[in-house]
């Protein structure tokens, strides 16, 4: 492990639950190894759950600033952020500024540290959805931009900035924090929690969670889904409900359906600490978050997402959660077809989790100590000629690595093809009859 010292100041931005649940693990071991650091909280939500008591509930120190700029539209939200975020990393100038996630706060965060010549480093960077109308996918993408260091949850993380051109040597791929909060958390909510309804041990428990607009706003794919929960009166289904999603049941006519089926439990949005125990004790979760469907497979609790794609396909192809849309049939049949077929369910419940072991905290801060060491952190302008940069693709036919071939030909490996798959260019791997993408100004 390496120490940073004292030497080196971190500047954590947070603006949502979330973040502040997947930076908390390394918040924890920032404090571990005695690094400075400040905590900039945007206060984009100001209820309950944004203040001081959740910071408590999860054993966290407070922020060092709460900036406060509550709600309203993006461009409203976003440009208080700049302007507040960038009046506190000027006052605090730290040598790096971490990030999490998709939310405006990242793109505030990322934008102002950027221009203040201040790496950036984008914990849950590379993630996909390839959907431009999601304004989460708009934040990744362009906080990806702004970003220096890039720690990555997988390889096909990894592989999408790779396509968009990020340089290889910035990516790190580390797992995902998710791991290390879900289980530094579950233990806080074992010891201080625990769930506020009684439950039929004789039924299985269906968790609901049911939020974004491009469901939520839309009354046919709105009540498709509601038919669909009214339909399922086998299971006992818990449905902590979203104010803007109360609002639109109610204004589509559909808030009361549910209230009368008596298998559906309509409830207030729950803690976090609360949810997970929720979570951990369900039989099924049905979602539309992206978050929730890395904590299901970190709690080994198969997944059905009510959306038609998702930015963690690697949660897919592990076999722990499967993408319906919003049609009523298909999410019956999925609900049914998992817990009517014992292989199945045992198969999703066990998973592989793609995330990682519960160590990517120690991984990132791991590389940034030894970048720091380096004297890797500080972003300067050029002072000598670069020429033209050149781009090529060639097959390789002798015996060497990346590294060799890289100091060998002064290029840069930016990825590597073995019959037709993109492999990541780690510096050992063996390049010998691989097609490669190469860079340079000498080629």
Same mark, same amino acid.
């Given at each position: ?44 939500? +100001? ?12 054993? #966290? ?34 040598? #790096? ?82 791991? &290390? ?73 559909? +808030? ?15 803690? =976090? @600490? ?9 039989? @099924? ?22 959306? =038609? ?31 009517? &077929?014992?292989?199945? =369910? ?36 050029? &002072? ?60």
């Amino acid at each position: 492990m390496y120490d940073l010292g004292v030497k080196m100041k971190i500047a954590f931005i947070i603006g949502t639950r979330p973040e502040i649940i997947k930076m908390s693990p390394l918040i924890d071991e920032v404090q571990q190894r005695d690094i400075n650091y400040v905590l900039i909280h945007t206060g984009q939500h +100001y209820d309950h759950e944004m203040s001081q008591q959740f910071f408590m509930e999860l054993e #966290l120190e407070k922020p060092h600033y709460n900036i406060g700029v509550g709600s309203g539209a993006h461009g409203e939200q976003t440009s208080m952020m700049i302007s507040r975020i960038e009046d506190v990393i000027l006052k605090e100038q730290p040598d #790096l500024v971490l990030v999490e996630g998709d939310t405006n706060a990242v793109l505030a965060g990322a934008l102002v540290a950027a221009k203040l010549h201040i790496p950036v480093g984008h914990v849950e960077a590379g993630l996909r959805s390839y959907d431009k109308t999601m304004p989460e996918e708009i934040n990744r993408m362009v906080a990806d931009v702004c970003t220096h260091l890039f720690f990555v949850p997988t390889l096909t993380a990894a592989t999408n900035l790779l396509f968009e051109g990020v340089n290889p040597k910035n990516i790190f791929v580390t797992g995902n924090t998710v791991v &290390d909060a879900c289980q530094r958390n579950l233990k806080i909510a074992r010891k201080h929690s625990d769930l506020v309804m009684d439950v039929d041990p004789e039924r299985k428990v269906l968790t609901l969670t049911l939020h974004r607009a491009e469901n939520v706003d839309h009354p046919k794919k709105l009540g498709q889904i509601v038919n669909a929960l009214l339909e399922l009166e086998d299971l006992t289904i818990i449905f902590p409900v979203h104010p803007r999603t109360t609002k639109n049941l109610q204004e589509f006519g559909l +808030y009361e359906k549910l209230q009368k089926a008596p298998h559906i439990n309509i409830i207030k949005p729950m803690g =976090y @600490l609360e949810f997970l125990l929720l979570l951990s004790r369900s039989q @099924l979760v049905v979602t539309d978050s992206g978050g929730i469907q890395e904590e299901a497979i970190t709690l080994n609790v198969p997944c059905i997402t009510l959306r =038609y794609n998702t930015e963690r396909p690697e949660t897919v192809e592990a076999g722990g959660n499967i993408l319906v849309g919003t049609s009523q049939e298909r999410i019956v049949g999925s609900v049914r077809n998992i817990l009517g &077929d014992e292989d199945l =369910y045992r198969s999703m419940k066990g998973a592989p989790n793609p995330y990682g072991d519960g160590t990517a905290s120690i991984k990132i801060l791991d590389i940034i100590s030894e970048i720091e060491s380096n004297d890797g952190l500080k972003i300067e302008p050029p &002072d000598f000629i670069t020429g033209v940069t050149t781009t090529k693709l060639v097959r390789v036919d002798e015996n060497v690595n990346v590294s060799e071939f890289e100091e060998k030909y002064s290029a840069i490996v930016k990825m590597a093809f073995n019959d037709g798959e993109v492999v990541f260019p780690e510096s050992e791997l063996n390049l010998k009859d691989k097609m490669v993408l190469i860079s340079g100004t000498e080629l």
